[in-house]
């Protein structure tokens, strides 16, 4: 659940005061706002609440305010809008979308270099999908399934190493459905016999894509993994 909006009195008095005494020194073309009442400074809250979510998702400069404002009138007003929900729902779907991407150009620039780079290595093997892999053990096992639950061995980083997840440094083997990870895991698992020690390169779009998972795993991340196959438990 997300606690931002429940702030304590003391930050939003806080924010309250730093306005009162930043707004003096502002140009002239700015008006001061002023917050008489707890709706006032609600609304003051909702405003910051609003902008740091677009500053951190990088659309500050990418939306026409002028345009969001006139809508949020339009809306308030019950006019007629210029669209329906599905069709706004898409539109604003593929912005997020192009927005995301665009923001994260370097990061998809560097994984692609990478495994462009990666490839040319007589160890690595690709796959159709893109995904890459290097044998670090052959196994002579069983090969599981999409249906079946494994029990594996991993250790997790991004390029630059930073260490995600590592049931390796956790000391305790994890179990889980071959179906229920990541497609470039989902793709290894289902060729890897069991007793294999497998290397794998993930593009972004065989990991978690534009979303990223948590605060390590950014959007358009590749991944390396290392993975030891120990057994299909069921």
Known sequence: MNKSIFLPAIILLSAVLVFSCSTSEKSSKDEKVELT??????SWIIGIQIADNFKKQKLADKLNMEIMFAAMEAQLDSEKLLFDLQDGNRIVGEFMQEAAKSGNAGKITEGEAFL????????????????QYEILTEGNGK????????????????????????????????????NGVIKGWVEALQM????????????????????????????????????ELIEIVK
């Open 37 to 42: 009442t707890k709706a006032d400074s609600a």
């Open 116 to 131: 462009k780079e990666n490839a040319k290595r007589d160890e690595v093997t690709v796959t159709n999908s893109g995904l």
């Open 143 to 178: 090969i599981p399934i999409a249906e079946n639950v494994v029990k594996t061995h991993y250790h997790g980083t991004l390029l630059d190493g930073t260490v995600f997840d590592s049931s390796v440094e956790r000391g305790k083997p994890a179990e889980f459905p071959v």
């Open 192 to 227: 890897m016999p069991v007793g294999s020690k497998w290397k794998l390169y993930i593009p972004y779009d065989l990991a978690y894509g534009e979303r990223g998972a948590g605060g390590v795993i950014g959007p358009y991340e590749t991944l390396i993994f290392e993975i």
